[in-house]
């Protein structure tokens, strides 16, 4: 037991997370203190929002895990908290590059804070796939919500901000969260997985309302 704690500390020191017995990163302890540690680091940067090309298009592999993407990580997790969300990809801070970082609870209050970068959804065998149809909404779509179905369990493979290979899972809202980053890093928005007359409703909503957190006009 002493021999495991001091590797789960050298591994926290050296900026990865441990991995429980099934593989999974620990991404629910000393949460606050990760968070604030690459929040502090960053700078906020505003929020693209729909319409704008970058948020349309499958974003670049990252294959640099270097100072560069280490300073991008701080400023998403800046802006995160800025804009008060739970999830945010490179590209809804206008940067086309396939990494998301979350600051996310379950459905059991457990807070999760890590990053994800060249994130994969898992195929999840059909008797854990149930569905949840709880309402979505987006930085990219401010003011806007609509009822979505997602698998209430997901699983995502990628890489940390180191380049090491991770494993991530999660249930209820944020299994949402982790289906919903990743999809922005491939081009899509929730709002494309609505119906048209739901889209046009959430775009309205849009158009209506106020965004609490800056973005970046599209021209």
Not at 72 to 89: H, P, W
Not at 165 to 192: K, M, N, W
């Amino acid at each position: 037991m002493a021999q495991q704690d001091t590797e789960q500390e050298q591994t926290r020191a050296a900026g990865v997370l441990p991995v429980d017995d099934e593989g999974y990163v620990v991404d629910s302890e000393e949460c606050e203190e990760r968070e604030s540690a690459y929040r502090e680091r960053g700078t906020s940067r505003p929020i693209t929002v729909v319409g704008n090309p970058v948020l349309h298009r499958e974003c670049a592999d990252v294959t640099e895990f270097g100072e560069e993407l280490a300073r991008l990580v701080d400023d998403m997790f800046a802006s995160q908290r800025t804009a008060e969300g739970v999830g945010l990809a490179a590209n809804q801070i206008g940067v086309g590059l396939k990494v998301f970082v979350y600051d996310c609870p379950d459905d059991e209050g457990v807070r999760h804070v890590g990053v994800v970068c060249n994130p994969r959804v898992q195929e999840i065998p059909a008797e854990r796939r149930r569905l949840d149809d709880s309402s979505e909404g987006c930085l990219s779509v401010p003011t806007a919500y609509a009822a979505l179905a997602r698998p209430d369990y997901a699983e995502v493979t990628g890489q940390d901000e180191k380049g090491n290979p991770i494993r991530v899972r999660g249930t209820g809202y944020f299994a949402r969260c982790l289906q919903h980053e990743t999809d922005h890093l491939y081009g899509s928005l929730y709002i494309d997985r609505l119906s048209k007359r739901e889209r046009k409703e959430a775009l309205r909503q849009m158009a209506e309302g106020t965004p609490r957190y800056p973005v970046v006009a599209n021209a």
